[in-house]
C-alpha cells in the first residue's frame, strides 16, 4: 500500500505544479495584456444600448438593467431606425401613428377614386411608421387613444374628411400628376435598377416584381432601414448609375443609388477601395474600381457592400 | 468601478453587470474584434455582443487578479473574433495572408458553452512571447494578440514600419519551429 501510495504522490505533486504553473502562466499573459495601451475609441450612447440589446438577446435575458434605465431595450420601429438620431417620445410617436393611419386611409381612398395613383418615399416611411409602429407599439397608443379605435376604418370616408385636408395630403405628397412625362417615368420606376434590370432587395438579392398599384407599392417597396430621406429614389439620383464597378474578394459589384445607413463607428479600420481603372474597363484587382474613388472604404453589407461615396453609404450589389 | 465589483455584478445582477461590461470595455471590445473581421461591421456588431454574452458566462468561474480583467477582455474577444473569422473564410473563401496561420494557432478553443479559457493555451502564448527579447516581446503581442496593423505598432513603438516587419518575419519563424517541436502545429 505505501508503495502505492509513494508512487502515485508524486505524479499528482507533478500535475498540481503544472496546473499551477500554467494558472500563474495565464495570469501573466492576462497582465500584460491588461498592461498593452492600444486604440480603443468609446462607443456613443446608441452603439453601446444596440450592443447591450443584442447581449442580451444572445443571453437570454429579459430584465431590464436598473444601471442603465434609460436604455430602451425594445426592438426599434421602423421609424426610429429611420431617424436614429430623433427618437421621438412616447406621446409623440403616438400623434405619429395616428397622423400616418389617418393619411394612409384617406391616400388610400385617394388612389381608389383617382387610379394609377403613386406614393412617393415620405409617405412609403409614413406607411412602414404605420404598421410597424401600430404591430410594436401596442396598446398603448391604443389605450390613450381611444377615438382612434371607435372610428373603425370602415367609417371613416372621404366624406368624413374635409376637403381640403384629403387635397393638402394628397398635393404634399403625392406626385404631381400633372407634371411632365419624364418626370412621371422616374417616379415610376421606384426601386428599379436605372440599368432596368429588375430590382434587388438588399438582404435576400431576391427581384422585386415591378409595382403596379398604390397597394403592391406598399407591400413590396424596399426595406425601410434601407431607404433615408424622401430624396434617396432609387433611378433618379444623380450618383448610382450603376456602370461603377468594384472588385473584392473575386467578386465584382455593381453601384446602386442605395442609399444605407450601416452602423459603423469608425471607418479607420476598414478595407478601403485599393487601386482604379478607366471606367471602360472592368476591375480585375482585389479592391479595384473603375470609378475615381480610391481610397474609399466599403464593408460587406447583406448580399453586398456598402461603399462611403462622397459622404453617403451606397449599396453595390454582386454581379451574377 | 473595478474589476471585482464588475465580475460581482455579473455573477448576481446579469443585466447589470452585463450593461456595466457594455460601459466599460465595450469599446476594447469592438476595436478588437474590427481588427480582426474589418469588413462586415454586421459580423463585427454580433460577434462583439457574443464576447460579452462570453464574459458573463464565464464570470461565475473567474478568479482573477485585480486589474487583469481588461486582459481577459482582450483575450476573449481575440479568440471569438478568429473562431468568426474562420467560419466567415469558409463562407467565403477568403485568403489567408501568412500571418492568420499563427493567429489562428494562438487561439482558444471555442465552445459552446463558454467557460474560464484554457489555461494551457495561454499558458503556451506566454511562454512563446517572454522567450522573445524586448522589443519582439511586445510586437508580438501587439500583432497577434491585440491584432493591431504592422504600421500601427511601429508607430506606437516609434519604430520603422521595415524594421517591425522584419522583426516579426523573423520571430515568426523562430515561434514556428517551436510550436513544431512542442507539438502544437505539424511541419
Known sequence: MSGQDSKRKPDAGFERDRKTTEQAEAGALLARLAALETDAA??????????????????????????????????????????????????????????????????????????????????????????????????????????????????????????????????????????????????????????????????????????????????????????????????????????????????????????????????????????????????????????????????????????????????????? | MDDRELLEALRTRPEDGLWLLTQQYGGLIDAVVRRILPGDAEDAEECAADVLVRIWRAAEKLELQEGTLRGYVIWCARNTAIDRYRRLKRQRQRTADGGDELLETFAAPVTTEASVESESTMAQVERSIRAMPPPDDEIFARRFLLCETVPQIAARLGMNIKAVESRLQRGKKKLREQLVREGVTPE
Not at chain 1, 409617405?123 to 404598421?131: L, V
Not at chain 1, 421606384?190 to 438582404?203: F, H, L, M, N, R
Not at chain 1, 469608425?266 to 471602360?280: C, D, G, H, K, Y
Request: aromatic share 4%; glycine share 8%; net charge negative.
Open chain 1, 42 to 320: 468609446p462607443l456613443s450612447e446608441a452603439q453601446q444600448a444596440t450592443l447591450y440589446r443584442r447581449a442580451m438577446e444572445k443571453a437570454g435575458l429579459t430584465g431590464q438593467s436598473a444601471v442603465g434605465d434609460a436604455i430602451d431595450t425594445e426592438e426599434p420601429t421602423a421609424a426610429e431606425t429611420a431617424s436614429p438620431k430623433k427618437k421621438p417620445i412616447r406621446w409623440q410617436r403616438w400623434a405619429l401613428s395616428a397622423a400616418a393611419a389617418l393619411a394612409v386611409m384617406v391616400l388610400g381612398t385617394a388612389a381608389l377614386v383617382s387610379g394609377g395613383f403613386r406614393m412617393n418615399m415620405g409617405m412609403a416611411e409614413a406607411q412602414y411608421s404605420t404598421e410597424t409602429a401600430m404591430d410594436t407599439a401596442a396598446p398603448e397608443p391604443r389605450e390613450t387613444a381611444p377615438e382612434v379605435e371607435e372610428d373603425s376604418p370602415a367609417e371613416i370616408t372621404m366624406d368624413s374628411l374635409t376637403a381640403d385636408h384629403a387635397a393638402g395630403i394628397a398635393e404634399s405628397s403625392a406626385p404631381d400628376m400633372n407634371a411632365p412625362a419624364d418626370e412621371k417615368a422616374a417616379e415610376e420606376t421606384i426601386a428599379e435598377e436605372p440599368t432596368g434590370k429588375e430590382p434587388v432587395s438588399g438582404e435576400t438579392g431576391e427581384a422585386i416584381p415591378p409595382k403596379e398599384s398604390t397597394e403592391d407599392c406598399v407591400e413590396e417597396c424596399p426595406p425601410e432601414e434601407e431607404i433615408i430621406g424622401t430624396d434617396n429614389i432609387p433611378g433618379t439620383a444623380a450618383n448610382g448609375s450603376g456602370t461603377e464597378l468594384l472588385m473584392v474578394n473575386g467578386q465584382l459589384y455593381r453601384g446602386t443609388a442605395l442609399v444605407l445607413e450601416p452602423s459603423v463607428s469608425s471607418t479607420e479600420r476598414l478595407a478601403r477601395i485599393a487601386s482604379t481603372v478607366a471606367a471602360e474597363e472592368l476591375p480585375a484587382a482585389d479592391g479595384q474600381a473603375n470609378f475615381d474613388a480610391a481610397g474609399a472604404p466599403y464593408l460587406y453589407w447583406r448580399s453586398g457592400l456598402a461603399v462611403l461615396l462622397d459622404g453617403e453609404w451606397r449599396f453595390f450589389e454582386p454581379v451574377e
